[in-house]
């Protein structure tokens, strides 16, 4: 039986990921037709999905927007889909400002704003999530606070300096949303064209005036501003190579100023939306179908492609492969209990691991395919290319020893940076459009892969290295044998960052010297990489000259995993340099606690041996009998 | 003797150590570099042989840690001793040989560099014509006077270093003394105010009677760049010809007359000239559609050569820089057009550096070397293991 259990198991899994793959069929409202159609925002063409999930991301940390979240799960709270929350945001803003989708923790802005902090059932009250009715009436006091917390140098703001800044971030892209289809929002185009062209007029006027240093009204010239600032959802033909999109107000006003009608896109978009508000299904339906059919033949690329995305989006390759790996985890930890009686657990694991690996990979070549990009263009990325390099080099590791620790290490690694990619996405788009030094697939293929690559495999020798000591200080599983492979993995895993973070840095270097005509400029990055190369060369250098011997081996190695973690996130942290990005506290609270516990480790992996339960006195004669399907290629468990 | 001091300089301790102060040497100079800025964090950590330590009004320096020349040379005084000691001609060292020998290549390269490399930068808007470069960190104090050719300057140039000691400066190509009264390493400018501004102006002559100066704090800032002031009093055969207010902010000449010569004499970014000249013919600043974030700086510009009879158009961008007559020029910096009648200009990095080649050819030994040796160890560890 237990030869056969592993892959039913495995199989079980597998059969979840193959049959979410299938988009289920609308029943009554088409959404995910109407989430299919292209748009234009944050440089790049995108599915309205796309643009709705990442939106609810930033603003409630979810991909969908949950209505009643004071209730319990099994209370069946009504959750709704991003592209959903998207239209009753485009077309039904008074309902869409009801709904509690403002995720606000911080106490501090709370009293600010006066929303009340405790959850409350009968209230409708979760204590966390806001609607914009709920803010607006304090909207002048967070703009008075936001300024001030504006001026703030980034590096030395407060919790609640970020909060602020973060949520009156996020109260302007929600507002800006509402103006996304503008007059055509309303479902009755030609009728609110006129109020439109005049409030942009109004808007022109103030514009004009305070350039001329006159007075003038600010609220139309803050409503007209915002008009150039929301998605391009108007497809244009000029060239038909060249596709181009633009506003609704880049495309309505020179219409009107020429005498012209709007264009299909406009006319579509008002039908849709006059169904949507009257509550009408079929014909909100056949307005998105019709509309699909308009674009295709000029724009099918972008139909292509936000198709594409949306599909992406919806088979969540990443979030699948997490699962896999925490269940890998857990087979691997169980056993551990009894690796003489359960090998089909290790066998399990393993395959667990494979197909993580093979949703992972799946995932990662086609966001590879979707951007047009290698693996590695933002931190996000970079985690998970991280976390598939880890997994690919534990299961090679799993492939010589067969003692578990290979898919141990994968398991660890894979689900720990999946759930920092999770976190990291949460700052919105992930494919964002690549600055101009950064638009260039050959030194992001070469230097940032080869890079993350080193960050990889340090992590794999640190990881080993913590299970030796847990391992051997608090149970008597490290066998002699053990300890040997062990050690022979850490080395080699070192061996390969060595050079994986020695050629990355250089590359790094050259690819400065192309851009700029500089070599090495110290930057907080290039230095944070610089002291990888040479802590590996440290340890590699340490052990030739025999100045450490396995349990030196693994406290150096562990001290790798925070050189690196350092490396990664530590110096964005600090603010300078070409490579800083913005930080939240919140991240380096992780990057400490994680930094603490290497220290432990290092300081348990320096206790006097005897104290380490695996090489006190009875273990060695068990060793030789009981435990050795630990070390060597187990066969007997079957 | 020799051989105890050769011993030291061989071991492998010592690279283990070095290797050590290396890393506490560059996170910690990562971290100065929050409250030092780049530039002088750079100077004080890395190309310098000691960290000093000044003990608060104590007027004297102590060194406290080895910095990176020091630790710099080192090692690769060790490895070198290493491989006089050890080395032997194997194929089983040949990885780890190619490897050591491709980073002293490396550290030999990047102290050339650090040595003979020169950055400056060519400014110009669309249309323009320049046959200099500027340098991003240096100043001149220059006076010029018609040449024999109409269309050229004699040119005095005097390093901002001299005017910064604050005395007299003379020289045989003058015949005048200047005598620099102030200097500030950094100072603001602004028009007199007529009811508000009671004092004596800053100078007698030029457009410093017409000014205030204020002395602002040096900046260490990697974006902005320090703008020095300085007045000056000229001392002709006859006695004192008056003061002047110098400023790169003003880099205009200022024009007296002295015996039947019009000098003019400004206070510029140190020039080099170039034996040949470029225009900047166009610009592209593209960006992503419906964004601000820039996609591609382009500079379309002419390189007229008389000497080599070139007359040719090229482009320059991101990631694709001109090498010309040893100098690299770069695409720097292209603002997006902001008012409506300004021309678009570029700034383009120029840089001389003749090791350039150097760590293509280092990364390409190390990796190589590295490849070499870690296979040969694998590919016997699996050998090894399919026996067993």
């Known amino acids: 039986m237990k030869r056969w259990l592993p892959w039913v198991i495995v199989a079980v899994f597998a059969a979840w990921v193959v049959g979410s793959l299938r988009v289920p069929p609308e029943k009554n409202w088409a959404y995910d037709q109407f989430g299919r159609l292209p748009v234009v925002a944050n440089g790049r063409t995108q599915p309205f999905d796309s643009l709705a999930r990442n939106t609810l991301l930033q603003l409630r940390e979810k991909q969908t927007a949950n209505l009643e979240p004071w209730k319990d799960w099994n209370e069946k709270p009504r959750i709704i889909s991003a592209t959903e929350w998207l239209l009753g945001v485009m077309i039904k803003p008074e309902l869409a ?91 009755d185009l030609d009728a609110r064209m006129t109020a439109y062209l005049t409030k942009v007029e109004a808007g022109r ?20 501003s915002d008009q150039f600032e929301t998605p391009l959802i ?84 990443f979030y699948k492969a997490m699962i896999l790996f925490l269940g890998a985890l857990l087979f691997v930890l169980a056993y551990w209990f009894k690796p003489k009686q359960w090998e089909w657990m290790r066998v399990t694991a393993v395959g667990l691991v494979g197909l993580a690996l093979v949703v992972h990979t799946a995932g990662l070549i086609f966001r590879m395919y979707l951007e047009g990009r290698p693996p590695v263009t933002n931190l ?20 010589f020893w067969r003692n578990s620790i290979g898919a141990m290490v994968s398991s ?101 010297d192309q851009s700029w005509g500089r070599f090495w400029g110290w930057d907080p990055k290039e230095n944070g990489a610089l002291i990888i190369v040479l802590w590996n060369a440290l340890v590699l250098h340490a052990r030739w000259g025999g100045l450490v011997r396995e349990r030196g081996l693994a406290n150096m190695a562990i001290v790798g995993n925070i050189v690196t973690s350092w490396s990664w996130f530590g110096v964005n942290m600090l603010g300078i340099g070409l490579h800083s990005y913005g930080f939240t506290s919140a991240a380096f609270t992780w990057l400490m606690t994680f930094v603490t516990s290497q220290i432990i480790l290092v300081v348990l992996g320096c206790l006097p041996k005897t104290m380490w339960l695996s090489f006190r006195e009875p273990a060695a004669q068990e060793s030789q009998g009981g435990r050795s399907s630990a070390g060597k290629p187990a066969t007997a468990a079957t | 003797m020799f051989e105890r001091v050769f011993k030291f300089f061989s071991s492998l301790r010592l690279t283990v150590v070095c290797l050590a102060l290396a890393v506490v040497l560059v996170f910690l100079g990562t971290l100065a570099q929050v409250n030092e800025g780049l530039y002088l964090a750079q100077s004080r950590w890395f190309r310098s042989f000691f960290i000093w330590w000044e003990p608060a009004g104590a007027g004297f320096k102590v060194p406290v840690f080895p910095a990176g020349y020091l630790i710099g040379g080192v090692l690769l005084l060790n490895l070198i001793a290493a491989h006089l000691k050890r080395f032997k001609l194997t194929w ?51 006076f010029l006077t018609d040449a024999a050719d109409p269309k050229q300057d004699e040119v005095v140039s005097i390093p901002e270093s001299l005017v910064k000691n604050q005395g007299e400066i003379r020289s045989d190509k003058l015949p005048f003394t200047v005598r620099v009264k102030e200097y500030h ?30 002395p602002a704090p040096e900046t260490r800032s990697t974006d902005e760049r320090n703008m020095p002031s300085a007045i000056l009093e000229l001392i002709g055969p006859q006695g004192s010809l008056g003061t002047w207010l110098v400023s790169t902010i003003m880099s205009q000449p200022q024009e007296f007359n002295l015996g039947n010569k019009i000098w003019r ?63 690299t020029y770069y695409q720097y910096q292209m603002p997006l057009q902001e008012g409506e009648g300004e021309r678009p200009w570029s700034v383009l990095q120029v840089v001389r550096n003749p090791s350039w080649l150097t760590p293509y050819i280092g990364c390409i030994m190390v990796g190589g070397g590295m490849m070499i040796q870690f296979l040969m160890h694998l590919v016997g560890f699996i050998s090894k293991r399919r026996t067993a």
């Not at chain 1, 998970?384 to 799993?398: C, P, R």
């Not at chain 2, 980073?103 to 014509?129: K, N, P």
């Not at chain 2, 510029?268 to 000239?273: S, V």
Request: net charge neutral; with cysteine; hydrophobic share 40%.
């Open chain 1, 97 to 187: 400002d009801t709904w509690p989708v403002f995720r606000i923790d911080n106490p501090d802005l709370k009293g600010l704003l006066d929303l009340p902090a405790d959850p409350d059932k009968a209230k409708h009250l979760d204590g966390k999530h806001y609607s914009w009715q709920q803010i607006q009436p304090k909207l002048s006091d967070l703009e008075r606070e936001t300024v001030r917390a504006g001026k703030i140098d980034n590096s030395k703001r407060g919790p609640y300096d970020q909060a602020l800044i973060k949520l009156w971030n996020n109260q302007t892209i929600y507002n800006r949303l509402k103006y996304t289809l503008g007059p055509a929002g309303s479902g």
């Open chain 2, 185 to 214: 390493i950094n100072a603001a400018l602004r028009p007199r105010g007529p009811m508000v501004d009671k004092g004596p102006p800053p100078a007698s002559n030029g457009f410093g009677a017409g000014l205030v100066m204020t």
């Open chain 1, 380 to 399: 996000y990325s970079s985690a998970i290319f991280i976390g598939w390099g880890a997994t690919v080099l534990g299961l090679i590791l799993e492939r």
């Open chain 1, 234 to 317: 108007v497809p244009v033909e000029k060239d038909a190579a060249h596709p181009q999109w633009a506003r609704v107000a880049e495309s309505v006003i020179p219409a009107a100023n020429s005498g012209a009608t709007p264009g299909f896109a406009l006319q579509a978009y008002n039908r849709i939306s006059k169904a949507f508000l009257n509550d009408n299904p079929a014909e909100f339906n056949a307005a998105v179908a019709d509309y699909q059919n308009q674009l295709a033949g000029k724009f099918d690329r972008e139909l292509k492609k936000s198709a594409q995305e949306q599909y992406f989006n919806h088979i969540e390759p």
């Open chain 1, 412 to 512: 660890i690694i894979g689900f720990t940076t999946l759930i920092i990619a999770h976190h990291l996405a949460l700052t919105g788009d992930t494919m964002e459009m690549m600055r101009a030094v950064l638009d260039t697939n050959f030194w992001l293929a070469t230097h940032v892969v080869v890079v993350t690559l080193g960050y990889a495999s340090t992590f794999v020798a640190g990881i080993l290295a913590v299970i030796f000591i847990v391992q051997g200080l608090f149970t008597r599983a490290l066998t002699p044998e053990l300890a040997k492979s062990l050690n022979r993995m850490i080395y080699g895993i070192i061996c390969f960052a060595t050079l994986f973070s020695f050629v990355g840095t250089v590359l790094g270097g050259i690819w400065a």
């Open chain 2, 92 to 142: 089983k060292k040949a990885g780890i040989n190619i490897t050591h020998a491709g980073i002293i290549l490396l550290l030999a390269g990047q102290l050339a560099t650090d040595m003979l490399s020169r950055e400056t930068q060519v400014h110009f808007s669309e249309g323009e014509t320049k046959n200099y470069a500027e340098s991003s960190g240096r100043n001149e104090l220059v």
């Open chain 2, 265 to 327: 004499m400004a206070f510029r970014w140190q020039r080099e000239y170039l034996p040949y000249s470029i225009q900047l013919l166009k610009t592209t600043h593209d960006v992503y559609p419906g964004t601000d974030i820039p996609k591609n700086y382009q500079s379309r510009v002419r390189i007229e050569n008389p000497a080599r009879g070139e007359n040719r158009e090229v482009d320059i961008y991101m990631n694709n820089p001109l090498r010309y007559q040893g100098l």
């Open chain 1, 205 to 224: 006027n103030a514009f004009m005036a305070r350039r001329e240093g006159k007075d003038f009204d600010s609220a139309a010239l803050g409503w007209f």
